[in-house]
């Protein structure tokens, strides 16, 4: 692997970072101006999101080294399984599975690969992010929206994000216990994400909603 790759993985991940910062500005001013600090396990589902936005540039550019990279920043987010949750497919292994695939043989990458591999397996670890968030996996039919319903603590940080498989568009609303849209996604990409400060504590409805003409996956991530 040249030495020049390397720095561009990180600049590229600087930039995603970025970007998943931006998305959650996608606020009510109110809510905007809140102070809540977000919980380990959110910054969790937003470093998520960046290894999803990574790993769908990889693909694009079917350049192993992002792929590799997506895989580093996802394998320090632990993960708890919800109920019924199903199988993860956003997974530091998968990704590693698609970078050799790109890596055509290339002893570089494959020895790259291998060393991440290794570090994945070395034990428990401390990890910034808590607990982690909490994942479950849905089939999401064509135009179809999913919902489902949370209890939000008052004073914390509510993060929800939604990473499909890549088959479709996918966005994503969350409205309050009054029925009040706080929070929507509809970039037009496959991992929408909402961050919603929690002044006061109360139930919100999440809505997942497959754009696309065919079915997908979708892996969804919460604090």
Not at 166 to 187: E, F, N, P, W
């Amino acid at each position: 692997m040249e030495r020049g790759q390397v720095f561009g993985g990180a600049l590229i991940l600087a930039m995603l970072a970025g970007c998943a910062a931006a998305q959650d500005t996608a606020l009510p001013a109110a809510a905007v101006l809140a102070q809540e600090t977000p919980s380990p396990e959110a910054l969790g589902v937003a470093q998520a999101v960046t290894a999803a936005e990574l790993a769908a540039w990889g693909r694009r550019n079917r350049d192993p080294g992002a792929l590799i990279m997506a895989a580093r920043v996802l394998h320090e987010v632990p993960f708890r399984p919800g109920e019924n949750a199903g199988e993860a497919f956003l997974t530091p292994s998968n990704l590693l599975d698609e970078a050799e695939a790109l890596s055509e043989g290339h002893p570089a990458w494959l020895d790259a690969i291998a060393q991440v591999r290794e570090s994945g397996v070395r034990g428990v670890r401390t990890s910034p992010f808590g607990q982690g968030p909490i994942f479950t996996v849905k089939d999401i039919q064509a135009r179809e929206t999913y919902w489902f319903e949370v209890e939000a603590r008052a004073g914390e940080v509510l993060r929800v994000a939604a990473i499909g498989d890549g088959d479709t568009d996918i966005d994503m609303a969350v409205r309050d216990a009054t029925g009040s849209l706080v929070c929507q996604d509809g970039y037009g990409d496959h991992y929408p994400v909402c961050t919603v400060p929690m002044r006061s504590g109360g139930r919100m409805r999440i809505d997942i909603v497959n754009r696309g003409a065919v079915w997908t996956k979708v892996q969804i991530l919460s604090n």
